[in-house]
C-alpha cells in the first residue's frame, strides 16, 4: 500500500508540475501591462514627433551657443566682439572671420552670439513676467467668477483698450531701453492675452467631475485651484509661453527698427539688424544672419510650443 501510494503521488507531482508551469506562463502572457504615467506619455509622444524634436534642438543650440558666447569669442574665434578695425569694414564671411565683419569691422559671428544672449534672455524673461501675472489673475478670475470675474475683465478690457504700441513707445521713451526695463515693461505689457485664455480654461475644468469629487471631500479653493485645476491648465500655458517669448523677441526688433530698442555698443538681434538696414547695398550678410536667427529662432518657438501642447493634453490623444 505504501508503494501504491508513493507511486501515485509521484505520478500525479510529475501530471501537476508541467500544468503549473503551462499555467504561470499563460498568466504571464495574459497579464494586463501597467498603464503608463502621464509624463511617460508625453515622453514618448514628444520622442516620435520629429519636427518638435528638431525645433528643440536647433533652440537648445543657440541656446547653448549664446549662454557660451564668451568662450566661444575668445577661445575659437580669437575675436573681442566689440573691438573696430576700419581696414576690414564690411568684409564677407572669410576663414578668419566666419560671418564677416560690420561696418566698424567687428566681428560678426561673436556679435551674433553675444546678441543673442540679450534677445533671448529678454524673450524668455518677459515672458516669464507676463506669464506669471497673466496666469494667476487668469485663475482667479476663471475659479471665483460672478463679481471678482467681472472686476477683472473690467480692467482688462481698459487696458486693452489702450494701444499697445503707443503706450509702450512712450514708456520707452521716458526710460533708459536697458534689457532690465524691456522685460519689465513688455512682461507688465503682455498678460492680458494669456489671464484672458487661462480664464476660459479655468471655466471648463473648474465644472469636471475630479474637481467637484475634491470640492466634495472638504479640499479648500487653494487646493482646488493649485492642485486640481492649474496642473490640466498647463498646456494652454505652454504653448503661449512659447508664442509671448517669440513676440516678445519680435516686439524688441521693431522698437530696434525705430530706434527706441536697446542702444549699442549692447548687441541684440534687433539692434544688429536694424543698423544694419543702411548698409545691405555694402555688407548683405550684415542683414542676412541677424534677420534669419530672429525667423528660426520664432519658428522654433511656435513648432516647440504646438509640439508640447500636442504632448501634454490628453484630448488629443
Known sequence: MAQDDSGKSASSADVSAP????LDMFLETTATPEPLSFGKIAVRHILRDRLTLIAM??????ILLSVLA???SKEVLKVDPNSTDLLITFDPPSSEHWLGTDQLG???LSRLLFGGRISLAIGFSA??????IGISIGLIAGFFGRIVDDFIMWFINT???IPTLFL????VALFSPTPFWFVVVLGLLGWMGTSRLVR??????RERDYVTAARALGASRLTLMLRHVLPNAIPIVIVITMIDVGSVILVESALSFLGLGVQPPTATWGNMLSNAQSYFHLGTHLVIFPGLLITITVLCLYLLGDGLRDALDPRLK
Request: proline share 0%; no cysteine; net charge negative.
Open 200 to 205: 476660459g480654461e479655468v471655466f471648463s475644468l
Open 106 to 108: 567687428r566681428d560678426q
Open 159 to 161: 487696458l486693452q483698450s
Open 168 to 171: 509702450l513707445l512712450i514708456i
Open 57 to 62: 534642438g536647433i533652440l537648445l543650440t543657440l
Open 127 to 132: 515672458a516669464a513676467v507676463s506669464m506669471t
Open 19 to 22: 500544468w503549473g508551469e503551462d
Open 70 to 72: 564668451g568662450v566661444i
